[in-house]
């Protein structure tokens, strides 16, 4: 799940390749939600941190309490913005339209097209 493949082993069986490709999308969708979640609470973290020190220098500067007139940036995160929806359907497009090409020009099977597209895609790329 390191997503970096060294070509010395790789799976070669149709079993194997399909079981590779759905353990290889399962594992780093499992893996970026951990990342964003860890990431999501270092930075509402750090903004606690920087409205505290905010309201402390509001506090000096103004001489009086300051409570009301500092709002707390919430971080606000969106699952799919409509430009990310758009780069995600260019590249399932730009990926299919590869699969398909190789499904009928090289003869591939199905199995093999998959495994092509995922390992290709997510990098992992174990050079066979």
């Known amino acids: 799940l390191t997503t970096c493949g060294y070509g010395d ?3 070669t069986t149709k079993g194997g390749r399909l079981f590779t490709s759905f353990f290889a ?11 964003g979640v860890l990431g999501s609470n270092i930075v509402e973290a750090r903004i606690g941190k920087i409205e505290e020190k905010k309201k402390i220098a509001e506090k000096v500067t103004l001489g009086k309490n300051c409570e009301g007139t500092s709002k707390k940036n919430d971080v606000v995160s ?5 430009e990310d929806l758009l780069r995600y359907i260019i590249l399932f497009l730009f990926l299919f339209g590869s ?3 190789l499904f009928r020009n090289e003869n ?3 199995i093999e097209t998959i495994y092509w597209m995922v ?3 997510t990098t992992i790329g174990y050079g066979d």
């Open 9 to 11: 082993m790789s799976p």
């Open 78 to 82: 969106m699952f799919l913005s409509q």
């Open 99 to 101: 699969a398909r090409f």
């Open 108 to 110: 591939w099977t199905i």
């Open 119 to 121: 390992i290709t895609s």
């Open 25 to 35: 999308i399962f594992g780093i969708s499992i893996l970026a939600v951990v990342i």
